[in-house]
């Protein structure tokens, strides 16, 4: 979808009469019989049903590799092949044809992927929820996106590549892979410090105060990443005293004395409603903000029922997702012709 957004036509392969599975993944639905969790990830998209054991779907998807700039695949290992439609072949009858497969646990496992899965093992969930609660996953398929953006931006990588020397590549990526790189300096303090890690709720493991507090009337956030702006909060909060405190003045004598710090001022926020304090942190230069619900969220985006929140990238919604196999007749009479020259992905 990413790739749509920024221009490239793409065309979504999907099995007849089910098609893609997030299609029955609700409800919710909308008045088209489309699940809101398909309706997410699939703007600026063509569908066609095929079936990989029909050997003129197979031909079709052979016509359509000849033409196109990229080709992706989500495929459990040795699915493709048994088909006749391996990256191998295609890449050396098409030197110049950028393949990328997305994996579950990487190109040697015949694990699925499913985000739930490697959130737990990938040490996500081992991070996530109370200090002393058990286990949480993320609230979306983080896993899942993390994976189609690193996804992204190795097939760009690769077409520039390919702009430089003519050749296409294969690129492979997986879920496992992107989320445990996404751990980023969890992973770090753990290759540091030869320590698992803990989980902090809505703490943070290396800054003192980055947290959320409850006001008198609803839950902010206050995230201190500096000193400067640890005396500015201090300030702005009316705890003088903790401003001047030289115990405190550096963020690793905040990090010791955590609990008392976050004592001091959760008993301070308590005392006047949330925009009161954001108010004041703001005027100070201290990041801070009100948790907001996701529908309160989205009433100050672009979004739209049907084609989901705007594009994260300099792009644009140029269709909505498509009906399973709107598009088949179109494309096996005139192939890429439907939509004119696909051009560069």
Same mark, same amino acid.
């Given at each position: 979808?990413?790739?749509?957004?920024?221009?490239?036509?793409?065309?979504?392969?999907?099995?007849?009469?089910?098609?893609?599975?997030?299609?029955?993944?609700?409800?919710?639905?909308?008045?088209?019989?489309?699940?809101?969790?398909?309706?997410? @990830?699939?703007?600026?998209?063509?569908?066609?049903?095929?079936?990989?054991?029909?050997?003129?779907?197979?031909?079709?998807?052979?016509?359509?590799?000849?033409?196109?700039?990229?080709?992706?695949?989500?495929?459990?290992?040795?699915?493709?092949?048994?088909?006749?439609?391996? /990256?191998?072949?295609?890449?050396?009858?098409?030197?110049?044809?950028?393949?990328?497969? &997305?994996?579950?646990?990487?190109?040697?496992?015949?694990?699925?992927?499913?985000?739930?899965?490697?959130?737990?093992?990938? =040490?996500?969930?081992?991070?996530?929820?109370?200090? =002393?609660?058990?286990?949480?996953?993320?609230?979306?398929?983080?896993?899942?996106?993390?994976?189609?953006?690193?996804? $992204? &931006?190795?097939?760009?990588?690769?077409?520039?590549?390919?702009?430089?020397? =003519?050749?296409?590549?294969?690129? @492979?990526?997986?879920?496992?892979?992107?989320?445990?790189?996404?751990?980023? *300096?969890?992973?770090?303090?753990?290759?540091?410090?030869?320590?698992?890690? /803990?989980?902090?709720?809505?703490?943070?493991? *290396?800054? @003192?105060?980055?947290?959320?507090?409850? $006001?008198?009337?609803?839950?902010?956030?206050?995230?201190?990443?500096?000193?400067?702006?640890?005396?500015?909060?201090?300030?702005?909060?009316?705890?003088?005293?903790?401003?001047?405190?030289?115990?405190?003045?550096?963020?690793?004598?905040?990090?010791?004395?955590?609990?008392?710090?976050?004592?001091?001022?959760?008993?301070?926020?308590?005392?006047?409603?949330?925009?009161?304090?954001?108010?004041?942190?703001?005027?100070? =230069?201290?990041?801070?903000?009100?948790?907001?619900?996701?529908?309160?969220?989205?009433?100050?985006?672009?979004?739209?029922?049907?084609?989901?929140?705007?594009?994260?990238?300099?792009?644009?919604?140029?269709?909505?997702?498509?009906?399973?196999?709107?598009?088949?007749?179109?494309?096996?009479?005139?192939?890429?012709?439907?939509?004119?020259? /696909?051009?560069?992905?």
């Amino acid at each position: 979808m990413m790739l749509g957004d920024l221009g490239a036509d793409v065309i979504k392969l999907e099995r007849p009469a089910t098609g893609d599975d997030t299609r029955g993944w609700g409800p919710p639905f909308d008045d088209r019989g489309e699940s809101a969790y398909f309706l997410s @990830v699939n703007r600026n998209k063509k569908s066609v049903a095929v079936d990989l054991s029909s050997a003129e779907d197979r031909s079709l998807i052979a016509a359509l590799l000849a033409d196109a700039d990229v080709a992706v695949d989500n495929f459990k290992r040795g699915t493709l092949e048994r088909y006749g439609i391996s /990256p191998a072949r295609f890449l050396a009858q098409r030197p110049a044809l950028v393949w990328c497969t &997305i994996t579950g646990f990487g190109p040697e496992s015949d694990r699925p992927g499913y985000d739930y899965v490697v959130q737990a093992e990938r =040490g996500w969930m081992a991070i996530t929820g109370e200090a =002393g609660g058990s286990p949480m996953k993320v609230g979306v398929a983080l896993a899942d996106v993390v994976a189609g953006k690193d996804a $992204a &931006i190795a097939i760009l990588a690769a077409l520039a590549a390919r702009y430089r020397d =003519g050749r296409g590549r294969h690129v @492979v990526t997986s879920l496992a892979q992107s989320a445990t790189a996404a751990l980023v *300096n969890v992973a770090q303090n753990v290759l540091v410090t030869g320590r698992d890690a /803990p989980r902090w709720g809505n703490a943070h493991p *290396n800054l @003192v105060p980055y947290e959320l507090f409850e $006001a008198a009337d609803r839950a902010i956030v206050v995230a201190v990443g500096n000193d400067g702006q640890w005396r500015a909060c201090a300030l702005a909060l009316g705890l003088d005293e903790l401003a001047a405190d030289a115990r405190l003045a550096t963020n690793s004598g905040r990090l010791e004395h955590r609990e008392e710090l976050v004592l001091a001022l959760s008993e301070r926020l308590r005392e006047a409603p949330a925009a009161h304090w954001l108010g004041r942190l703001a005027e100070a =230069g201290v990041p801070a903000g009100v948790v907001r619900s996701v529908l309160e969220t989205l009433r100050e985006v672009e979004a739209s029922p049907l084609t989901g929140v705007a594009p994260s990238v300099p792009g644009a919604i140029r269709s909505a997702p498509p009906l399973l196999d709107e598009h088949g007749t179109e494309v096996r009479r005139l192939g890429w012709g439907a939509f004119g020259d /696909p051009g560069p992905a």
